[in-house]
């Protein structure tokens, strides 16, 4: 399974996110914003989302407030997705 590390905003990188076609996103820097954007077109595309407990924090949102689709990990957590639960990684 791939996965994707998205960073930016999503309108700008649709077309890159369709051709790579991640399994799964991790939501980290700016991205972090769709995951508690009621009606973001990420959380409906990937049955498999993070986001950086690090990086929700430092924009102000609330950890226990994102979508329930989005599983919120920290740096440590991160490490384990990337090597224990996918094979390659696609940054955005």
Do not use: C, Q
């Amino acid at each position: 399974m791939k996965l994707g590390v998205f960073v930016s905003d999503y309108e700008l990188t649709n077309d890159t996110l369709d051709r790579v076609g991640p399994d799964g996103l991790i939501l980290v820097a700016n991205g972090v914003y769709h995951a508690s954007l009621k009606g973001s077109k990420l959380l409906g595309k990937y049955s498999t989302l993070y986001a950086l407990s690090e990086d929700l924090e430092t924009r102000g949102i609330d950890p226990s407030t994102v979508d329930s689709k989005v599983k919120v990990v920290n740096y440590s957590g991160l490490v384990d997705v990337i090597f224990n639960d996918f094979e390659k990684i696609a940054w955005l």
